[in-house]
């Protein structure tokens, strides 16, 4: 079927218009807004109809186009073959038009039919319509009591939460709380789970509530006591969240409680906290190890120093100290110094090797012949100083010379070969001094050697005291 093609129409000289389909239309921008609901008047007479802004009356309406038609556009219309003008003027500045053409039958109606309201527009809405007072009313009630949160956000954003109604019965705890916690406390009574110690006197729900924006302190009751801090949000029901952290103990709770990542809030920085100690945990550790090497390489390098490398005897370095720390702390002492004799022609004619083999030898029989609590040391080729702490009698002294003595003359086997030596020795006691002095003594009790070696060698001699000495030792009586 063909479409007919509508008639070319002169072009106006009055306000700009749009065609929709045969019925010229006039512009948006020449349209006039229609007033508000709000804004209307009042029609005189009950008629329901408003007036047209400005006194007019409504300009007639067009069948089934249910716009207003613009002055001279009735002419057009008709000269152009469509619908006839509608009865009553065409014009927005004519009189009262006293009927509205129907849609259906093209008929007039009368003037005091109620007409349907045309939809809101945006004059309505800035005009403050009851759609854009409903928008307001929703927006200020969402403002005042804010976005509904679900558990499940609460628990994202806070899993140390605990909600407790008006009761102060538990409704729900954060999945955190209850991790620490061992067990479900949903039902409990808030005060027979957590002890608040500060502030003071929160014993009710109605207390807790006022103290609302003040930092608790609070104490998980149970086996798994743990000290915790916390804030109270009051709730419009009477009831109130008291949202729980660990505070400082976070390290201890984490290491009793095995928490993880998960147990925490995707904001909270007590995760990257826990990576910091951990750091510094390992850092630690890896301080104490190398500390623990270092002084353990000290204590065997001194030991090395303090320490003979032929016999495993102390040396004289090691000797120096003992003395000094005898005579300081005034303990009682005997010194003995013993030489091997002998001992040169076994190292001239078997060589050195056999002579280490038979100072070796010398000085296991000088550790078993002596104390576990005396000092032997080698301070020279075939020399050697005993150190007998708190002992100073004279016979028990001489009873070990002579044992050492005895045991040291007994041969000493060396590739099948008997090496044989001896000993002297001298003796000098730390009560034969006024004021010990380990020099002097030391200087005495090598006098006191030779002259065992004087005597006869495989002996044994005490350093003589001063007279003065020997005197007030006997009683006042001199020695003979």
């Not at 003027?89 to 349907?116: I, K, L, N």
């Not at 628990?155 to 067990?183: Q, Y």
């Amino acid at each position: 079927m063909r479409h007919m093609q509508s008639p070319v129409t002169e072009p106006s000289t009055g306000p700009a218009m749009e065609s929709r389909g045969n019925l010229p239309v006039p512009s948006l921008a020449e349209r006039p807004l229609v007033p508000s609901l709000a804004e209307r008047p009042p029609i005189p007479g009950g008629s329901g109809r408003p007036p047209v802004p400005g006194g007019t009356e409504r300009p007639p309406v067009t069948a089934g186009s249910g716009r207003p038609t613009p002055a001279g556009s009735a002419e057009k219309a008709s000269s152009s073959g469509e619908a006839g003008p509608v009865q009553g003027s065409a014009s927005f500045e004519g009189t009262r038009a006293g009927a509205v053409s129907s849609p259906s039958q093209g008929s007039v109606a009368p003037a005091d039919t109620p007409c349907t309201p045309a939809p809101p527009t945006i004059g309505d809405v800035a005009a403050g319509s009851p759609v854009a007072a409903a928008g307001h009313r929703a927006a200020n009630r969402t403002a005042k009591e804010g976005p509904a949160l679900s558990d499940a956000g609460l628990a994202a954003l806070c899993p140390m939460h605990l909600v407790v109604d008006a009761g102060g019965r538990i409704r729900r705890a954060g999945p955190t709380f209850t991790k620490i916690a061992a067990r479900d406390v949903t039902g409990c009574d808030l005060f027979e789970v957590l002890d608040f110690n500060r502030p003071s006197g929160l014993s009710s729900i109605a207390a807790l509530r006022q103290a609302s924006g003040i930092r608790l302190r609070i104490r998980l009751r149970g086996a798994r006591a743990l000290a915790l801090s916390g804030l109270v949000v009051p709730l419009a029901d009477g009831g109130a969240i008291v949202n729980c952290g660990f505070g400082i103990a976070i390290v201890d709770a984490v290491r009793d409680h095995a928490l993880t990542d998960d147990d925490f809030a995707p904001t909270d920085l007590a995760v990257e906290l826990l990576y910091l100690v951990e750091a510094k945990s390992l850092a630690m550790d890896i301080l104490r190890q190398m500390s623990l090497r270092f002084q353990g390489a000290r204590i065997v390098a001194e030991e090395q120093a303090l320490t003979d490398p032929l016999t495993g005897l102390r040396n004289r370095r090691a000797l120096d100290m003992i003395l000094a720390r005898l005579v300081e702390t005034g303990q009682e002492f005997a010194l003995m110094h013993l030489d091997l004799d002998h001992f040169k022609t076994v190292n001239d004619t078997l060589g050195h090797a056999a002579g280490d083999h038979v100072l070796a030898a010398a000085a296991r029989i000088m550790i078993e012949e002596t104390r576990d609590e005396d000092t032997v040391a080698r301070i020279g080729g075939d020399e050697f100083v005993v150190i007998f702490h708190r002992l100073c009698d004279r016979t028990r002294l001489d009873e070990i010379a002579r044992r050492l003595i005895a045991r040291l003359e007994a041969p000493i086997d060396w590739a099948g070969t008997a090496c044989r030596i001896s000993a002297s020795a001298g003796t000098a006691i730390s009560l034969d001094y006024r004021q010990p002095d380990p020099t002097r003594m030391l200087a005495d009790a090598d006098t006191a050697l030779y002259a065992s070696k004087h005597g006869g060698r495989a002996r044994h001699s005490f350093h003589r005291p001063s007279p003065e000495i020997r005197s007030r030792r006997s009683g006042g009586r001199p020695e003979d």
